[in-house]
């Protein structure tokens, strides 16, 4: 193991004794939603965002029970998800509200959601100020997967699909470059989490 | 008009008329406008027997109507006074308005609030501290009535001079605070600090491999302002914000979620309304000022009426209920 990652593994057992953790849940792949499934995750993302008119202050999200039951247990609507944010004709509003609310997937199954997002603005479904709340949201939020886990392959494999798009603002480009692929951001992460006594999560 | 008011004989002297209505147009052609004789781009109304807005302005009239060499009845032994009575003069009925300016939400009176009237007169007046402002000796007539808050609080005024700044913005890092992070915290450290409200801070150590190399001292976060039983902050408590309270939500519900506080800024203009005066009319008209804050959004510092203030307008009284006001006082 060579210098950084013996780091690495000595500061996630540094994380590990000082904040509590939840263990990952085995991966597994999403099973097929029904249309009446999706149908339902659709009419429930609508009255959330019927309700949560702003998203500039996105932690009012968890003032809403249907919002922190999804954000508690994303991995039941992941499949619902996917296929509304390949949707035309599903405001960008909601959209966010979905992205939001898939912060607590594991890591495997966030990136496979964002890369299922990215596709969606490739294809011009969904935009890209959306995709962006979706990979940058506040530090407080979920896993922070591609953060914490930005040298697993397939995580830097989805940064560079992100750094390739020519839509991506400079700000988050230089965030990726410079903080997510330098490390600085994972433990400008673990060092905020710390500060403001909220877990992490693996 | 009483039975004692002068009033032309018959027939009427048409050049002494023109002359009335030259006279009363010229001594009023510099009168704040809209009013009675002129409307607000200027134009003459049409002199009216009957029409409430100039009734105050026909004994004007008649008196230059008489200068003007048209011949008066003299009314004073036609009325039922007797003879040697006092004859009074003649006064048109003046009308008296009230206008009330409250909060919304959290209903409330609105103090310092500059009110204007303009009509058949314009005035202004400050609203006292229930938030009233009546206007005597009024010319009946249709009035616009607008408000706008003119109370000052060194903490508002503080707060206000960063709308727009992006240096609490949520990309921005702000030690200790990196990017990507909520700042409204600190934004509220920094203003109470320079509005000369000082503010403790927590420390807090900071570790790395398990080992304590420093303290970091953090400004208190929005459950501690939002905590009535703090030890840390003992600025005390309202119920009824006024502008220049911290205003703060915790977020107990859940524990990824962090709060929210601000700085209570002065309330929006009232909307503008009109209201017809008749003849001795007390009249009564409502405004209403919509309450705003300061805080540190995701890219700017922004005011605003929405922030803290949806919940109460939702009736959502389990998020008010979280809400907590602060009295800055030194």
Request: aromatic share 8%; charged share 20%.
């Amino acid at each position: 193991m060579n210098i950084p990652g013996i780091l690495i593994s000595v500061l996630s057992a540094t994380v590990s004794a000082c904040n509590p953790q939840t263990p990952s849940p085995p991966y597994q792949p999403p099973k097929p939603s029904t249309m009446q499934e999706i149908n339902q995750f659709a009419g429930t993302i609508e009255q959330i965002g019927s309700r949560v008119k702003r998203l500039d202050l996105a932690d009012e999200l968890f003032a809403e029970t249907s919002f922190r039951d999804i954000y508690e247990n994303p991995q039941a609507y992941l499949a619902s998800a996917s296929a509304i944010i390949a949707r035309h004709g599903v405001s960008a509003h909601h959209k966010k509200i979905i992205g939001y609310a898939m912060q607590q997937l594991p890591p495997e199954q966030f990136v496979m959601f964002v890369t299922a997002m990215t596709e969606s603005v490739e294809q011009g479904t969904t935009d890209m100020e959306t995709l962006e709340t979706t990979v940058f949201t506040p530090l407080n939020w979920g896993r922070q997967s591609l953060i914490g886990h930005y040298q697993q392959p397939i995580v830097q494999a989805l940064l560079a699909r992100l750094l390739a798009m020519p839509q991506l603002s400079s700000v988050n480009r230089h965030y990726i470059r410079d903080d997510i692929l330098t490390g600085k951001a994972r433990q400008d992460f673990l060092d905020y989490r710390d500060m403001i006594g909220r877990p992490v999560y693996e | 008009m009483t039975s004692n008011c002068s009033r032309p004989a018959r027939p009427l002297n048409s050049q002494a008329v023109a002359a009335a209505d030259q006279a009363l147009y010229t001594a009023h052609k510099n009168d704040p406008r809209p009013n009675a004789l002129f409307d607000a781009a200027g134009r003459k109304r049409h002199l009216s027997a009957t029409d409430p807005a100039q009734e105050c302005l026909r004994d004007e009239w008649v008196r230059s109507y008489g200068n003007a060499g048209g011949k008066l009845e003299d009314t004073t032994f036609k009325s039922d006074k007797r003879p040697g009575d006092v004859i009074q003069e003649c006064h048109c009925s003046k009308a008296t308005l009230t206008v009330t300016v409250r909060y919304e939400p959290l209903d409330a009176p609105v103090k310092d609030a500059a009110v204007t009237i303009s009509g058949p007169a314009t005035k202004s007046l400050t609203t006292d501290a229930t938030g009233i402002a009546k206007f005597t000796d009024l010319p009946p007539g249709q009035y616009e009535i607008t408000s706008r808050y003119v109370g000052t609080n060194k903490l508002a005024d503080h707060a206000r001079l960063q709308i727009g700044s992006t240096d609490w913005a949520r990309a921005t890092a702000h030690p200790p605070f990196p990017r990507n992070t909520w700042k409204c915290n600190l934004f509220v450290f920094d203003v109470t600090t320079e509005a000369g409200f000082p503010v403790p801070q927590k420390p807090h150590e900071q570790k790395k491999f398990g080992i304590t190399f420093g303290t970091v001292m953090l400004p208190p976060n929005a459950e501690d302002w939002a905590n009535s039983s703090s030890t840390l902050i003992t600025y005390p408590t309202v119920a009824t914000p006024e502008p220049g309270d911290v205003v703060a939500y915790a977020n107990p519900a859940y524990t990824a979620a962090t709060g929210h506080v601000g700085i209570v800024s002065y309330p929006k203009n009232g909307t503008p309304e009109t209201k017809t005066l008749s003849p001795g009319d007390n009249g009564n008209v409502k405004q209403i000022m919509r309450r705003q804050s300061v805080s540190a959004g995701g890219v700017s510092i922004d005011e605003d009426d929405q922030i803290f203030w949806h919940y109460y307008d939702e009736g959502n009284t389990v998020e008010t209920s979280r809400i907590l006001f602060r009295r800055m006082s030194p």
